[in-house]
């Protein structure tokens, strides 16, 4: 059984930063993508930024130049450095985990940004 634990949400003004991790545990298959999406209210899950094992990074192009997506591979941890935060990347974020057995979500971590 896999599992995802976030961690790094919260409050924060705009122009502000944060940092989110996600550590991955179970059974993890060496081929895999990890990623944040976020959700904000009354909208639809989106994707923020995936890293293959490899460290090939995406980006939305709502966050480029503003977000890092970095993943240490020993410990199956992904991060999300996010700076110059803007009121509208208020969401829930979540991790996820998609690999040849199946795709992984955690149960998210809210961040707000005030304006």
């Known amino acids: 059984q896999v599992q995802l634990v976030e961690s790094g949400g919260g409050l924060v003004q705009a122009g502000g930063s944060l940092r989110l991790s996600c550590a991955a545990s179970g059974i993890i298959f060496s081929i895999n993508v990890m990623g944040w999406y976020r959700q904000a209210p009354g909208k639809q899950r989106e994707l923020v930024a995936t890293?293959?094992?490899?460290?090939?990074?995406n980006y939305a192009d709502s966050v480029k130049g503003r977000f890092t997506i970095s993943r240490d591979n020993a410990k199956n941890t992904v991060y999300l450095q996010m700076n110059s935060l803007k009121p509208e990347d208020t969401a829930v974020y979540y991790c996820?985990?998609?690999?040849?057995?199946?795709?992984?979500w955690g149960q998210g971590t809210q961040v707000t940004v005030s304006s």
């Open positions: 890293i293959t094992r490899g460290v090939i990074t």
């Open positions: 996820n985990l998609e690999t040849v057995r199946g795709n992984y």
